[in-house]
Protein backbone atom coordinates (compact mmCIF):
# COMPACT_ATOMS: atom_id res chain seq x y z
CA UNK A 1 0.00 0.00 0.00
CA UNK A 2 1.82 3.13 -0.66
CA UNK A 3 1.95 6.45 1.53
CA UNK A 4 -0.07 9.16 0.83
CA UNK A 5 0.11 12.75 2.12
CA UNK A 6 -2.72 14.52 3.90
CA UNK A 7 -3.35 16.80 1.73
CA UNK A 8 -4.70 19.54 4.82
CA UNK A 9 -1.07 19.70 6.09
CA UNK A 10 0.64 22.49 6.39
CA UNK A 11 4.13 22.95 4.64
CA UNK A 12 7.17 24.10 6.48
CA UNK A 13 7.58 27.09 4.20
CA UNK A 14 4.28 28.19 5.29
CA UNK A 15 4.69 27.34 8.92
CA UNK A 16 8.09 29.14 8.56
CA UNK A 17 6.98 32.28 7.07
CA UNK A 18 3.74 31.83 9.94
CA UNK A 19 6.08 32.21 12.79
CA UNK A 20 8.26 34.53 11.22
CA UNK A 21 5.03 36.78 10.36
CA UNK A 22 3.68 36.65 13.99
CA UNK A 23 7.42 37.46 15.33
CA UNK A 24 7.60 40.79 13.01
CA UNK A 25 4.33 41.31 14.09
CA UNK A 26 4.79 40.96 17.68
CA UNK A 27 8.10 43.01 17.63
CA UNK A 28 6.06 46.12 15.72
CA UNK A 29 3.31 46.32 18.40
CA UNK A 30 5.85 46.35 21.24
CA UNK A 31 7.73 49.16 19.12
CA UNK A 32 4.20 50.90 19.06
CA UNK A 33 3.47 50.32 22.34
CA UNK A 34 6.85 51.88 23.72
CA UNK A 35 7.02 54.46 20.86
CA UNK A 36 3.31 56.26 20.97
CA UNK A 37 1.79 55.02 24.18
CA UNK A 38 4.97 54.54 26.71
CA UNK A 39 6.92 57.80 25.17
CA UNK A 40 5.80 61.19 27.32
CA UNK A 41 6.06 58.57 29.88
CA UNK A 42 9.65 57.91 29.74
CA UNK A 43 10.49 61.56 28.29
CA UNK A 44 8.93 62.50 31.52
CA UNK A 45 10.14 60.59 33.81
CA UNK A 46 13.76 61.27 32.63
CA UNK A 47 13.29 64.91 33.11
CA UNK A 48 12.18 64.48 36.59
CA UNK A 49 15.11 62.33 37.01
CA UNK A 50 17.24 65.07 35.87
CA UNK A 51 15.90 67.32 38.64
CA UNK A 52 16.50 65.49 41.32
CA UNK A 53 19.84 64.29 40.23
CA UNK A 54 20.75 68.09 39.57
CA UNK A 55 19.84 69.13 42.91
CA UNK A 56 21.81 66.59 44.81
CA UNK A 57 25.05 67.92 42.80
CA UNK A 58 24.20 71.17 43.93
CA UNK A 59 23.43 70.17 47.81
CA UNK A 60 26.97 68.46 47.82
CA UNK A 61 28.97 71.86 47.19
CA UNK A 62 26.69 73.97 49.59
CA UNK A 63 29.34 74.23 51.87
CA UNK A 64 31.67 76.23 49.21
CA UNK A 65 30.25 79.43 47.02
CA UNK A 66 32.45 78.55 43.94
CA UNK A 67 32.14 75.15 43.97
CA UNK A 68 28.12 75.82 44.36
CA UNK A 69 28.33 78.56 41.70
CA UNK A 70 30.44 76.08 39.20
CA UNK A 71 28.09 73.43 39.36
CA UNK A 72 24.98 75.76 39.31
CA UNK A 73 26.30 77.10 35.90
CA UNK A 74 27.01 73.48 34.45
CA UNK A 75 24.11 71.96 35.63
CA UNK A 76 21.84 74.57 33.70
CA UNK A 77 23.89 74.32 30.49
CA UNK A 78 24.03 70.91 30.92
CA UNK A 79 20.11 70.01 31.74
CA UNK A 80 18.50 72.98 29.64
CA UNK A 81 17.58 74.20 33.51
CA UNK A 82 16.72 77.72 35.17
CA UNK A 83 18.12 77.07 38.29
CA UNK A 84 18.26 79.73 41.57
CA UNK A 85 20.14 79.16 44.85
CA UNK A 86 18.23 80.97 47.70
CA UNK A 87 19.14 81.84 51.21
CA UNK A 88 16.00 81.94 53.17
CA UNK A 89 16.24 83.95 56.69
CA UNK A 90 13.09 84.36 58.00
CA UNK A 91 10.25 85.48 55.77
CA UNK A 92 12.74 87.02 52.82
CA UNK A 93 15.02 84.72 50.21
CA UNK A 94 17.82 86.25 48.74
CA UNK A 95 19.37 84.62 45.55
CA UNK A 96 22.77 83.84 45.45
CA UNK A 97 23.43 82.24 42.77
CA UNK A 98 21.14 82.57 39.13
CA UNK A 99 21.57 80.75 35.99
CA UNK A 100 19.59 80.70 32.89
CA UNK A 101 19.47 77.73 31.43
CA UNK A 102 16.06 76.74 29.79
CA UNK A 103 15.17 80.59 28.67
CA UNK A 104 12.04 82.66 28.77
CA UNK A 105 11.32 82.07 32.38
CA UNK A 106 12.65 84.78 34.90
CA UNK A 107 12.75 84.82 38.43
CA UNK A 108 10.61 87.92 38.07
CA UNK A 109 7.85 84.82 36.61
CA UNK A 110 8.03 83.25 40.06
CA UNK A 111 8.15 85.94 42.20
CA UNK A 112 4.70 85.38 43.24
CA UNK A 113 4.63 81.88 43.96
CA UNK A 114 8.28 81.35 45.91
CA UNK A 115 6.08 81.55 49.40
CA UNK A 116 3.75 79.28 47.86
CA UNK A 117 6.78 77.16 46.76
CA UNK A 118 8.73 77.36 50.06
CA UNK A 119 5.84 76.39 52.42
CA UNK A 120 4.79 73.62 49.99
CA UNK A 121 8.56 71.80 50.02
CA UNK A 122 8.49 72.41 54.04
CA UNK A 123 4.99 70.79 54.08
CA UNK A 124 6.33 67.93 51.83
CA UNK A 125 9.31 67.08 53.80
CA UNK A 126 12.11 69.02 51.97
CA UNK A 127 11.00 68.48 48.61
CA UNK A 128 8.48 69.74 46.13
CA UNK A 129 7.23 69.24 42.58
CA UNK A 130 5.04 70.76 40.20
CA UNK A 131 3.48 70.88 36.95
CA UNK A 132 2.29 74.20 35.28
CA UNK A 133 0.89 75.23 31.90
CA UNK A 134 2.90 77.65 29.98
CA UNK A 135 0.71 80.20 27.54
CA UNK A 136 3.17 82.85 25.96
CA UNK A 137 1.36 85.85 25.46
CA UNK A 138 3.68 88.80 25.24
CA UNK A 139 6.25 87.33 27.52
CA UNK A 140 3.58 86.98 30.40
CA UNK A 141 3.01 83.32 31.86
CA UNK A 142 -0.11 82.12 33.26
CA UNK A 143 0.98 80.29 36.57
CA UNK A 144 -1.44 77.73 37.90
CA UNK A 145 -0.62 74.14 38.98
CA UNK A 146 -1.67 70.98 36.89
CA UNK A 147 0.13 68.25 39.06
CA UNK A 148 2.19 67.94 42.14
CA UNK A 149 3.64 65.53 44.58
CA UNK A 150 2.00 67.25 47.86
CA UNK A 151 1.92 64.01 50.15
CA UNK A 152 4.27 61.92 48.56
CA UNK A 153 7.65 63.20 48.48
CA UNK A 154 9.44 60.64 47.37
CA UNK A 155 7.14 60.46 43.88
CA UNK A 156 6.97 62.54 40.90
CA UNK A 157 3.29 64.32 39.57
CA UNK A 158 1.08 62.32 37.59
CA UNK A 159 1.05 62.46 34.20
CA UNK A 160 -1.11 65.23 32.88
CA UNK A 161 -3.30 65.06 30.01
CA UNK A 162 -2.89 68.70 28.95
CA UNK A 163 -1.58 69.14 25.28
CA UNK A 164 0.18 72.44 25.56
CA UNK A 165 3.63 73.19 26.84
CA UNK A 166 3.89 72.45 30.48
CA UNK A 167 6.63 73.82 32.97
CA UNK A 168 8.12 71.84 35.65
CA UNK A 169 9.14 73.72 39.16
CA UNK A 170 11.07 71.48 41.31
CA UNK A 171 11.93 72.95 44.84
CA UNK A 172 14.46 71.67 47.51
CA UNK A 173 14.91 72.27 51.11
CA UNK A 174 18.58 72.41 52.19
CA UNK A 175 19.59 72.85 56.08
CA UNK A 176 23.37 73.21 56.34
CA UNK A 177 25.05 74.54 59.57
CA UNK A 178 21.96 76.07 60.99
CA UNK A 179 21.80 78.08 57.45
CA UNK A 180 18.91 77.39 55.27
CA UNK A 181 19.13 77.32 51.51
CA UNK A 182 16.12 76.82 48.97
CA UNK A 183 17.22 74.91 45.33
CA UNK A 184 14.42 76.45 42.67
CA UNK A 185 14.99 75.08 39.35
CA UNK A 186 12.57 74.86 36.34
CA UNK A 187 12.34 73.12 33.09
CA UNK A 188 10.32 72.90 30.17
CA UNK A 189 8.17 69.35 28.87
CA UNK A 190 8.35 69.82 25.15
CA UNK A 191 5.02 68.84 23.61
CA UNK A 192 5.94 65.58 21.94
CA UNK A 193 2.51 65.16 19.43
CA UNK A 194 5.25 66.09 16.29
CA UNK A 195 7.73 63.83 17.33
CA UNK A 196 4.82 61.07 17.73
CA UNK A 197 3.30 62.04 14.25
CA UNK A 198 6.78 61.71 12.54
CA UNK A 199 6.98 57.95 14.24
CA UNK A 200 3.94 57.01 13.10
CA UNK A 201 4.78 57.73 9.69
CA UNK A 202 8.66 56.66 10.08
CA UNK A 203 6.81 53.62 11.76
CA UNK A 204 4.67 52.17 8.55
CA UNK A 205 7.79 52.87 6.13
CA UNK A 206 9.88 50.29 8.74
CA UNK A 207 6.89 47.99 9.20
CA UNK A 208 6.42 47.60 5.42
CA UNK A 209 9.88 47.26 4.92
CA UNK A 210 10.17 44.24 7.50
CA UNK A 211 7.27 42.71 6.23
CA UNK A 212 8.92 42.75 2.50
CA UNK A 213 12.31 41.39 4.06
CA UNK A 214 9.97 38.79 5.75
CA UNK A 215 8.74 37.59 3.13
CA UNK A 216 12.13 37.84 0.94
CA UNK A 217 13.93 35.64 3.73
CA UNK A 218 11.35 33.43 3.86
CA UNK A 219 11.50 32.34 0.63
CA UNK A 220 15.48 32.28 0.70
CA UNK A 221 15.14 30.02 3.59
CA UNK A 222 12.45 27.65 2.77
CA UNK A 223 14.40 27.11 -0.73
CA UNK A 224 17.52 26.30 1.19
CA UNK A 225 15.46 24.34 3.96
CA UNK A 226 12.92 22.03 2.34
CA UNK A 227 14.39 21.61 -0.85
CA UNK A 228 16.86 18.88 1.12
CA UNK A 229 13.77 17.58 2.72
CA UNK A 230 11.73 17.14 -0.42
CA UNK A 231 14.38 15.62 -2.43
CA UNK A 232 14.79 12.84 0.52
CA UNK A 233 11.39 12.77 0.53
CA UNK A 234 10.91 11.58 -2.78
CA UNK A 235 14.03 9.02 -2.18
CA UNK A 236 12.08 7.70 0.97
CA UNK A 237 9.55 6.92 -1.51
CA UNK A 238 12.05 5.31 -4.01
CA UNK A 239 12.85 3.14 -0.65
CA UNK A 240 9.21 2.04 0.09
CA UNK A 241 9.55 0.44 -3.26
CA UNK A 242 12.32 -1.36 -2.62
CA UNK A 243 14.94 0.70 -4.97
CA UNK A 244 17.71 0.81 -2.27
CA UNK A 245 20.07 2.92 -4.45
CA UNK A 246 17.76 5.98 -3.73
CA UNK A 247 20.49 8.74 -2.87
CA UNK A 248 19.13 11.15 0.20
CA UNK A 249 21.43 13.89 -0.69
CA UNK A 250 20.83 16.88 1.60
CA UNK A 251 23.23 19.73 1.66
CA UNK A 252 23.33 23.01 3.90
CA UNK A 253 22.84 22.56 7.66
CA UNK A 254 24.94 19.86 9.62
CA UNK A 255 21.52 18.41 10.80
CA UNK A 256 20.30 17.80 7.41
CA UNK A 257 23.66 16.21 6.34
CA UNK A 258 23.86 14.12 9.30
CA UNK A 259 20.18 13.04 8.75
CA UNK A 260 21.17 12.67 4.80
CA UNK A 261 23.74 10.34 5.80
CA UNK A 262 21.80 8.31 8.16
CA UNK A 263 19.29 7.64 5.47
CA UNK A 264 21.91 6.59 3.48
CA UNK A 265 23.31 4.22 5.92
CA UNK A 266 19.65 2.76 6.68
CA UNK A 267 19.42 2.34 2.82
CA UNK A 268 22.62 0.59 2.62
CA UNK A 269 21.57 -1.80 5.55
CA UNK A 270 18.21 -2.38 4.40
CA UNK A 271 19.65 -3.19 0.59
CA UNK A 272 22.03 -6.21 2.76
CA UNK A 273 19.26 -6.70 4.05
CA UNK A 274 16.88 -7.35 2.15
CA UNK A 275 19.87 -9.37 -0.45
CA UNK A 276 20.63 -12.09 3.02
CA UNK A 277 17.06 -12.45 2.96
CA UNK A 278 16.57 -14.10 -0.34
CA UNK A 279 19.83 -15.76 0.25
CA UNK A 280 18.64 -16.93 3.65
CA UNK A 281 15.10 -18.38 1.56
CA UNK A 282 17.12 -19.69 -1.01
CA UNK A 283 19.75 -21.87 0.78
CA UNK A 284 17.26 -23.08 3.53
CA UNK A 285 14.62 -24.01 0.90
CA UNK A 286 17.20 -25.63 -0.71
CA UNK A 287 18.78 -27.79 2.61
CA UNK A 288 14.60 -28.69 3.39
CA UNK A 289 14.37 -29.75 -0.19
CA UNK A 290 17.25 -31.69 -0.72
CA UNK A 291 16.64 -34.32 2.59
CA UNK A 292 12.78 -34.32 2.09
CA UNK A 293 13.15 -35.46 -2.03
CA UNK A 294 15.69 -37.94 -0.41
CA UNK A 295 13.43 -39.10 2.14
CA UNK A 296 10.56 -39.36 -0.31
CA UNK A 297 12.98 -41.31 -3.32
CA UNK A 298 14.05 -44.06 -0.41
CA UNK A 299 10.29 -44.40 0.60
CA UNK A 300 8.90 -44.82 -3.18
CA UNK A 301 11.65 -47.65 -4.15
CA UNK A 302 10.79 -49.18 -0.83
CA UNK A 303 7.20 -49.13 -1.81
CA UNK A 304 7.22 -49.43 -5.38
CA UNK A 305 10.41 -51.72 -6.20
CA UNK A 306 10.37 -55.51 -4.97
CA UNK A 307 13.66 -56.18 -2.36
CA UNK A 308 14.41 -52.74 -2.06
CA UNK A 309 13.25 -52.47 1.61
CA UNK A 310 16.81 -53.18 2.84
CA UNK A 311 18.74 -51.74 6.32
CA UNK A 312 20.74 -49.80 3.74
CA UNK A 313 17.36 -47.70 2.21
CA UNK A 314 16.25 -46.92 5.87
CA UNK A 315 19.11 -45.88 7.16
CA UNK A 316 19.34 -43.64 4.22
CA UNK A 317 16.04 -42.40 5.16
CA UNK A 318 16.79 -42.00 8.83
CA UNK A 319 20.23 -40.13 7.65
CA UNK A 320 17.89 -37.78 6.06
CA UNK A 321 15.24 -37.45 8.23
CA UNK A 322 18.25 -36.70 11.44
CA UNK A 323 19.87 -33.88 9.14
CA UNK A 324 16.48 -32.25 8.63
CA UNK A 325 15.65 -32.48 12.24
CA UNK A 326 19.31 -30.88 13.27
CA UNK A 327 18.18 -27.99 10.40
CA UNK A 328 14.75 -27.49 12.46
CA UNK A 329 16.90 -27.77 15.71
CA UNK A 330 19.48 -25.12 14.92
CA UNK A 331 17.04 -22.72 13.63
CA UNK A 332 14.82 -23.11 16.41
CA UNK A 333 17.97 -22.55 18.86
CA UNK A 334 18.55 -19.28 17.39
CA UNK A 335 15.05 -17.63 17.25
CA UNK A 336 14.99 -18.71 21.04
CA UNK A 337 18.19 -16.91 21.60
CA UNK A 338 17.87 -14.22 19.52
CA UNK A 339 14.13 -13.71 21.11
CA UNK A 340 15.47 -13.66 24.36
CA UNK A 341 13.82 -17.03 25.58
CA UNK A 342 17.09 -19.14 25.78
CA UNK A 343 19.24 -17.63 28.64
CA UNK A 344 22.73 -19.05 29.67
CA UNK A 345 22.64 -21.42 32.66
CA UNK A 346 25.92 -20.26 34.54
CA UNK A 347 28.05 -23.31 35.68
CA UNK A 348 31.67 -23.64 37.01
CA UNK A 349 33.06 -26.13 34.46
CA UNK A 350 36.16 -27.46 32.48
CA UNK A 351 36.13 -25.80 29.15
CA UNK A 352 39.85 -28.14 28.10
CA UNK A 353 37.71 -31.32 28.95
CA UNK A 354 34.33 -29.65 27.11
CA UNK A 355 36.43 -29.49 23.55
CA UNK A 356 38.30 -32.77 24.63
CA UNK A 357 34.64 -34.48 24.77
CA UNK A 358 33.42 -32.31 21.46
CA UNK A 359 36.28 -33.28 19.33
CA UNK A 360 35.65 -37.40 20.34
CA UNK A 361 32.41 -36.85 18.48
CA UNK A 362 34.62 -36.71 15.09
CA UNK A 363 36.36 -40.34 15.57
CA UNK A 364 34.22 -41.76 12.96
CA UNK A 365 34.70 -39.11 10.64
CA UNK A 366 38.63 -38.99 11.30
CA UNK A 367 38.87 -42.88 10.61
CA UNK A 368 36.61 -43.21 7.63
CA UNK A 369 37.48 -39.36 5.79
CA UNK A 370 40.87 -38.94 6.70
CA UNK A 371 40.08 -35.76 8.82
CA UNK A 372 42.93 -34.64 11.07
CA UNK A 373 41.99 -32.66 14.26
CA UNK A 374 44.57 -31.63 16.81
CA UNK A 375 43.61 -30.05 20.12
CA UNK A 376 46.74 -28.28 22.20
CA UNK A 377 46.18 -26.88 25.65
CA UNK A 378 48.84 -26.18 28.18
CA UNK A 379 47.03 -26.81 31.53
CA UNK A 380 43.40 -27.66 32.76
CA UNK A 381 41.12 -24.21 32.69
CA UNK A 382 37.99 -23.82 34.43
CA UNK A 383 35.25 -21.02 33.23
CA UNK A 384 32.18 -19.97 34.61
CA UNK A 385 29.31 -20.16 31.63
CA UNK A 386 26.47 -22.10 30.29
CA UNK A 387 28.47 -25.49 29.47
CA UNK A 388 25.96 -26.59 27.09
CA UNK A 389 26.27 -23.69 24.60
CA UNK A 390 29.53 -23.45 25.15
CA UNK A 391 29.55 -26.72 23.90
CA UNK A 392 27.73 -25.59 21.12
CA UNK A 393 30.13 -23.04 19.60
CA UNK A 394 33.36 -25.28 19.67
CA UNK A 395 31.20 -27.91 17.83
CA UNK A 396 30.16 -25.14 15.28
CA UNK A 397 33.48 -23.37 14.77
CA UNK A 398 35.07 -27.10 14.04
CA UNK A 399 32.34 -28.12 12.28
CA UNK A 400 32.59 -24.84 10.16
CA UNK A 401 36.27 -25.60 9.85
CA UNK A 402 35.62 -29.32 8.30
CA UNK A 403 33.32 -27.90 5.77
CA UNK A 404 36.22 -25.38 4.70
CA UNK A 405 39.44 -26.84 5.16
CA UNK A 406 41.95 -27.65 2.53
CA UNK A 407 42.72 -30.85 0.74
CA UNK A 408 44.78 -31.94 3.50
CA UNK A 409 42.00 -31.88 5.55
CA UNK A 410 43.50 -30.35 8.90
CA UNK A 411 41.74 -28.15 11.69
CA UNK A 412 43.94 -27.21 14.43
CA UNK A 413 42.11 -26.20 17.86
CA UNK A 414 44.02 -24.36 20.23
CA UNK A 415 43.75 -23.05 23.70
CA UNK A 416 45.65 -19.93 25.16
CA UNK A 417 45.40 -18.73 28.91
CA UNK A 418 46.05 -14.76 28.35
CA UNK A 419 45.54 -13.12 31.86
CA UNK A 420 42.30 -13.74 33.21
CA UNK A 421 40.74 -15.02 30.12
CA UNK A 422 40.84 -17.82 28.10
CA UNK A 423 40.77 -18.13 24.04
CA UNK A 424 39.78 -21.16 22.26
CA UNK A 425 40.67 -20.58 18.40
CA UNK A 426 40.07 -23.25 15.62
CA UNK A 427 41.80 -22.72 12.08
CA UNK A 428 41.61 -24.30 8.98
CA UNK A 429 43.38 -24.53 5.65
CA UNK A 430 41.12 -23.66 3.13
CA UNK A 431 41.10 -20.59 0.76
CA UNK A 432 40.49 -18.06 3.75
CA UNK A 433 37.98 -15.04 3.60
CA UNK A 434 38.50 -11.65 1.90
CA UNK A 435 38.50 -8.71 4.12
CA UNK A 436 35.42 -7.37 2.67
CA UNK A 437 33.62 -10.54 3.72
CA UNK A 438 34.51 -11.05 6.74
CA UNK A 439 32.03 -8.45 8.49
CA UNK A 440 29.43 -10.46 7.04
CA UNK A 441 30.32 -14.37 7.95
CA UNK A 442 28.56 -14.42 11.11
CA UNK A 443 24.85 -13.38 9.00
CA UNK A 444 22.66 -16.87 8.84
CA UNK A 445 23.38 -18.44 5.50
CA UNK A 446 26.10 -15.79 4.61
CA UNK A 447 28.13 -17.63 2.13
CA UNK A 448 31.16 -16.23 0.79
CA UNK A 449 31.52 -17.46 -3.08
CA UNK A 450 27.80 -16.75 -3.08
CA UNK A 451 26.85 -20.36 -4.54
CA UNK A 452 25.36 -22.04 -1.66
CA UNK A 453 26.45 -26.09 -1.09
CA UNK A 454 25.27 -28.41 1.03
CA UNK A 455 27.51 -28.64 4.32
CA UNK A 456 29.53 -31.84 4.82
CA UNK A 457 28.48 -31.15 8.51
CA UNK A 458 25.56 -29.14 9.91
CA UNK A 459 22.61 -27.35 8.90
CA UNK A 460 24.42 -23.68 7.88
CA UNK A 461 23.78 -21.85 10.63
CA UNK A 462 26.57 -22.74 12.99
CA UNK A 463 28.33 -19.25 12.85
CA UNK A 464 24.85 -17.45 13.19
CA UNK A 465 24.22 -19.60 16.54
CA UNK A 466 28.22 -18.99 17.90
CA UNK A 467 27.55 -15.24 17.44
CA UNK A 468 24.10 -15.36 18.97
CA UNK A 469 25.53 -17.46 22.29
CA UNK A 470 28.95 -15.66 22.11
CA UNK A 471 26.71 -12.06 22.95
CA UNK A 472 24.39 -13.53 25.03
CA UNK A 473 27.75 -14.73 27.32
CA UNK A 474 29.54 -10.58 26.88
CA UNK A 475 31.98 -12.49 25.19
CA UNK A 476 34.75 -11.43 22.59
CA UNK A 477 35.09 -13.19 19.54
CA UNK A 478 36.11 -12.61 16.24
CA UNK A 479 37.71 -14.57 12.76
CA UNK A 480 41.25 -14.03 10.94
CA UNK A 481 41.94 -14.58 7.28
CA UNK A 482 43.58 -13.88 4.25
CA UNK A 483 42.96 -15.20 0.64
CA UNK A 484 45.08 -18.50 0.33
CA UNK A 485 46.19 -18.72 3.93
CA UNK A 486 43.38 -20.50 6.00
CA UNK A 487 41.15 -19.11 8.43
CA UNK A 488 40.91 -18.99 12.08
CA UNK A 489 37.71 -17.97 14.24
CA UNK A 490 38.01 -17.35 17.91
CA UNK A 491 36.03 -16.49 21.29
CA UNK A 492 37.56 -15.10 24.71
CA UNK A 493 35.95 -15.70 27.94
CA UNK A 494 36.71 -15.00 31.71
CA UNK A 495 38.77 -18.00 33.92
CA UNK A 496 36.99 -19.00 37.16
CA UNK A 497 38.85 -17.89 39.89
CA UNK A 498 41.40 -20.44 41.35
CA UNK A 499 39.96 -21.82 44.52
CA UNK A 500 42.26 -21.92 47.69
CA UNK A 501 43.62 -25.28 48.63
CA UNK A 502 44.95 -25.21 52.43
CA UNK A 503 47.91 -27.68 53.82
CA UNK A 504 46.01 -29.66 56.60
CA UNK A 505 49.39 -29.29 58.79
CA UNK A 506 48.87 -24.93 58.96
CA UNK A 507 45.16 -25.04 59.08
CA UNK A 508 45.11 -23.86 62.54
CA UNK A 509 46.76 -20.76 64.47
CA UNK A 510 50.04 -22.02 66.53
CA UNK A 511 51.81 -20.38 69.41
Known amino acids: MEYTYKKYKIGIKWKLFAIIAIFIVCALLCIWFFQFFMLNIFYQGSMFADLAASADEIVECLDNEDEVREQILENSSKYFFNIWLLRVKGNRGDILVEANGAGGAELSFLKYKIETMYSQAVANGGTY ?45 VNLDGREYMILQYSVLTPLNTTVTMLKRQFVVIGTVMLVMAIGWVVIMSRMITKPIINMNQAAKKLAKGNYDADFSGKGYSEIEELSESLNYAASELAKTDNLQKELISNISHDLRTPLTMIKGYSEIMRDIPGENTSENAQAIIDESERLSNLVNDMLDLSKIQAGARKPNIEEFSITQTVRETLGRYEKLVMQDGYKIDFAADEEVLVKADRGMILQVVYNLINNAINYTGEDK ?53 LSIVKEILEAHSAAFGVESAIGSGTTFWFEIERAPTPLVFDAEYDSIGD
Open 129 to 173: IATIPIEESENTFEFKVLEDNFGSKDSFPRITSYNGTIGTIYARI
Open 410 to 462: YVRVLQEVRANKVRISVTDTGEGISAEDLAQIWNRYYRVDKVHKRAAIGTGLG
